[in-house]
């Protein structure tokens, strides 16, 4: 039988995945609107890498989370993953609005 705790900790770990997947996307948006010639700075893409230090802390944490079964080590990185998805995600929404904003 399944630990309902130790479940829940690898759905944070996924849950972070997603958001990262979900950076790649908005990356890989902006580096095509860059291509198609579209009026984005290329200060805007820098702006854009930004949260990559974040969300890949948060799936390098994520891999750990899922391949350990130790209850002490998920203790330490769950929370952690958790921390580093959500700053990832603050600075998305961030970058997001400056390239927005930075738009001539």
């Given at each position: 039988?399944?630990?309902?705790?130790v479940?829940?900790?690898?759905?944070?770990?996924?849950?972070?995945?997603?958001?990262?997947?979900?950076?790649?996307?908005?990356?890989?948006?902006?580096?095509?609107?860059?291509?198609?010639?579209?009026?984005?700075?290329?200060?805007?893409?820098?702006?854009?890498?930004?949260?990559?230090?974040?969300?890949?802390?948060?799936?390098?944490?994520a891999?750990?989370?899922?391949?350990?079964s130790?209850?002490?080590?998920?203790?330490?990185?769950?929370?952690?993953?958790?921390?580093?998805?959500?700053?990832?995600?603050?600075?998305?929404?961030?970058?997001?609005?400056?390239?927005?904003?930075?738009?001539?």
């Amino acid at each position: 039988m399944r630990d309902p705790a130790v479940e829940l900790r690898r759905v944070v770990g996924k849950f972070a995945l997603l958001l990262a997947f979900v950076y790649v996307l908005a990356l890989v948006a902006g580096v095509t609107a860059l291509f198609k010639g579209t009026s984005m700075a290329v200060l805007g893409l820098v702006i854009l890498l930004l949260p990559a230090a974040a969300f890949g802390v948060s799936v390098r944490d994520a891999v750990r989370l899922h391949r350990t079964s130790d209850p002490a080590r998920m203790k330490v990185l769950w929370p952690r993953c958790a921390l580093w998805a959500g700053v990832g995600s603050g600075l998305l929404i961030v970058a997001v609005v400056v390239v927005d904003r930075v738009r001539p």
